[in-house]
């Protein structure tokens, strides 16, 4: 698969994510990749610098043209830790560690966000407002508390499974409450 397909493809569901999601600026969308599996191997196998760029690069130009930050988790190798802009690690108080991801033990994905964030930092946890899973790295420990799916038109990318969801709202009350629909 060719890396520049690889990158639409993943701009696809990004842009299709966004619109689903209605994310505003400052919000913030994790993202979980295995280049393993975008080349149709086992997770955590066969990491590829140039795919987890490929990605990158699709995914951060969207983001970052609507002012939403990206969180970018590393493998289990790094408990799942996450890299941001240090900036959004501020602003939502997340309690930063002191971690470098490298191709083997952190993905290469999270490589490439390392290496273009202006001021990258790496955190624990985060509780996104969205977010894409790339070949089942099981991000949902870093969504906010309801997850709602989003069916993309685009359900793989090269050969990995990719699920997408955003978060709303809970909803509290019983039979009598009444719920804001522009917030569903």
Known sequence: ME????????????MELLEAAKLKRGDLMVVGCSSSEILSERIGTHSSREVGEAVFQGIYGGLKERGIYLA?????????????????????????????????AGGSFAVAAYQHFEHPAAVEEVRADAGIDIGDTLIGMHLKKVAVPVRTARKSIGGAHVVCARTRLKFVGGERAVYNPELL
Do not use: T, W
């Open 72 to 104: 970018c988790q590393c493998c289990e190798h790094l408990n799942r830790a996450l890299i941001l802009e240090k900036e959004a690690a501020e602003k939502y108080g997340f309690e930063e560690v002191n971690v470098v991801p490298q191709l083997k």
């Open 3 to 14: 890396l520049e397909e690889i990158r639409e493809q993943a701009r696809e569901v990004v």
